[in-house]
């Protein structure tokens, strides 16, 4: 039995068209324009440009650089871990496919935009609002959590703990 290419490829590809496809629309709509209300005053929509990293985070004039590489990397260790994948690992394909098409719809934005990646979700209550953030977030964020409980199951799976004791008797 062969590891699911067509699942990894897919789901990277659909989650990079959903990003890109709605950053488009974001930035189409929503530029100079005023939030965006979706439910009351916790969801709303408005078009920001992070020349940074998650949280906005920035490591100073080359953050565009440095991060484009950084996730480059982070890909690479995605693929190994994809690779790695036996057929039976379905969950390790699919959270490494939604990380990496994450990853990939961001680093496209820092390739392609000097400004930096579009975000232009924004969830919060008055001032108390999280980072705007993209598609590309969520499936990053949904993907990693994923990745971390499999990987967890995976490493329990091999472990001497996890091994059927023999029954008393």
Same mark, same amino acid.
Not at 91 to 106: E, H, Q, S
């Given at each position: 039995?062969?590891?699911? !290419? !067509?699942?990894?490829?897919?789901?990277?590809?659909?989650?990079?068209?959903?990003?890109?496809?709605?950053?488009?629309?974001?930035?189409?709509? *929503?530029?100079?324009?005023?939030?965006?209300?979706?439910?009351?005053?916790?969801? @709303?929509?408005?078009?920001?440009?992070?020349?940074?990293?998650?949280?906005?985070?920035?490591?100073?004039?080359? !953050?565009?650089?440095?991060?484009?590489? *950084?996730?480059?990397?982070?890909?690479?260790?995605?693929? &190994?871990?994809?690779?790695?994948?036996?057929?039976?690992?379905?969950?390790?394909?699919?959270?490494?496919?939604?990380?990496?098409?994450?990853?990939?719809?961001?680093?496209?934005?820092?390739?392609? &935009?000097?400004?930096?990646?579009?975000?232009?979700? =924004?969830?919060?209550?008055?001032?108390?609002?999280?980072?705007?953030?993209?598609?590309? =977030?969520?499936?990053?964020?949904?993907?990693?959590?994923?990745?971390?409980?499999?990987? @967890?199951?995976?490493?329990?799976?091999?472990?001497?703990?996890?091994?059927?004791?023999?029954?008393?008797?």
């Amino acid at each position: 039995m062969r590891r699911p !290419s !067509s699942v990894f490829w897919g789901t990277a590809a659909a989650i990079l068209a959903a990003d890109q496809a709605t950053k488009w629309w974001a930035v189409r709509t *929503l530029e100079g324009a005023p939030p965006t209300t979706l439910v009351g005053d916790w969801a @709303r929509l408005v078009l920001v440009y992070n020349p940074g990293a998650a949280f906005g985070l920035h490591v100073g004039t080359w !953050s565009r650089e440095i991060f484009a590489t *950084l996730t480059v990397a982070a890909l690479v260790v995605l693929w &190994r871990l994809y690779r790695t994948a036996t057929p039976a690992e379905r969950g390790r394909v699919w959270t490494t496919a939604f990380v990496a098409g994450g990853a990939l719809g961001n680093l496209v934005d820092r390739v392609r &935009r000097p400004h930096g990646v579009v975000d232009f979700l =924004d969830l919060g209550v008055g001032d108390l609002r999280w980072p705007t953030f993209n598609v590309a =977030d969520v499936a990053v964020c949904v993907g990693a959590v994923g990745l971390a409980w499999v990987l @967890r199951d995976d490493a329990g799976a091999g472990s001497p703990a996890a091994a059927p004791r023999p029954e008393a008797r």
